[in-house]
Nanobody, 123 residues
Framework: QLVESGGALVKAGDSLILSCAASGGIFRGYVMGWFRQAPGKEREFVAAIGRSGSWTGYSESVRGRFTISRDNDRNTVYLQMNSLNVEDTAIYYC??????????????????WGQGTQVTVSS
């Protein structure tokens, strides 16, 4: 089970950190990712992190502004979001995949999903 938290209404330029707590054996051996879905748009990849945290990957739209990290002792993955803009408004989902320890930006390759947390950025 994956449970996201930290979503909020913020202003453009603000920062926000999302958390995703894992349970039920889903975490240590899993690549973890964050995706987002804006109204009327498809779900899109945001960031991913390897099993040990040794690698990370980002979409072009968030690279340099967002940072993904994980704490394997706490079974939690984080998404630090800086310099938020209105285009970042979306529901953010945490996801896990138990396959090879390589990056995947394809939602269908992630087997486990959280319920999502809403991030709204006002201008």
């Amino acid at each position: 089970q994956l449970v996201e938290s930290g979503g909020a209404l913020v202003k453009a330029g603000d920062s926000l950190i999302l958390s995703c707590a894992a349970s039920g054996g889903i975490f240590r051996g899993y690549v973890m990712g964050w995706f987002r879905q804006a109204p009327g748009k498809e779900r899109e990849f945001v960031a991913a992190i390897g099993r040990s945290g040794s690698w990370t990957g980002y979409s072009e739209s968030v690279r340099g502004r967002f940072t993904i990290s994980r704490d394997n002792d706490r079974n939690t993955v984080y998404l630090q979001m800086n310099s938020l803009n209105v285009e970042d408004t979306a529901i953010y989902y945490c996801a896990g995949r138990g396959a090879m320890d390589v990056i995947s930006m394809t939602a269908s390759e992630y087997a486990y999903w959280g319920q999502g947390t809403q991030v709204t950025v006002s201008s």
